[in-house]
C-alpha cells in the first residue's frame, strides 16, 4: 500500500490484469459445475448445489416445512405477498430441511410469501 495524500491506495486492485485463476474445482465425476451452484461436500462426497434456495409458498399457512437440498443450516429471509419482511421462528429440521412457524399476537397467523435461503 501507499500513501498518496488523503488516499491509500492498493497496488494489487489498480492492476487487476495481473489475476489469474491457478486451479479450477472439479467434483468426483470431473465436472466443473454450472453458473450459480458451488461444490458442496457430506464428508465424504463432492457435489455441485445451488448456493442459494428461493421457496414460494402460494397457500396461507402459519407453518412452512421447506426441503432446500442446501446440505447447510441457511439464513432465513421470509417475505410476505405484500413485501413485507417476516420474522417467524425457525427449526433446523435437518442440514436440508426446515420449518418456520409464524406467531403474532400470541396466535399463529398464516399468509403467504416467500423465503429465501442462502
Known amino acids: 500500500m501507499k500513501w498518496i ?3 491509500i491506495f492498493d497496488f494489487i486492485s489498480r492492476f487487476r490484469n495481473d489475476v489469474y485463476v491457478d486451479k479450477k474445482f472439479h467434483d468426483a465425476s470431473g465436472s466443473a ?14 457435489s455441485w448445489t445451488d448456493a442459494t434456495y428461493t421457496h414460494t409458498q402460494s397457500q ?13 443450516f441457511p439464513s432465513v429471509t421470509v417475505i410476505d405477498s405484500g413485501d413485507s419482511v417476516v420474522v417467524g421462528e425457525i427449526l433446523f429440521n435437518s442440514a436440508n430441511q426446515l420449518t ?11 399468509f403467504s410469501g416467500k423465503a429465501y435461503l442462502n
Open 5 to 7: 495524500g488523503q488516499h
Open 100 to 110: 418456520i412457524t409464524f406467531f403474532g399476537n400470541g396466535n399463529s397467523v398464516a
Open 60 to 72: 396461507a399457512s402459519a407453518t412452512w416445512t421447506i426441503t432446500h437440498n442446501l446440505n447447510k
Open 33 to 46: 459445475g454450472a453458473a450459480g451452484k458451488i461444490l458442496t461436500t457430506d464428508g465424504s462426497v463432492l
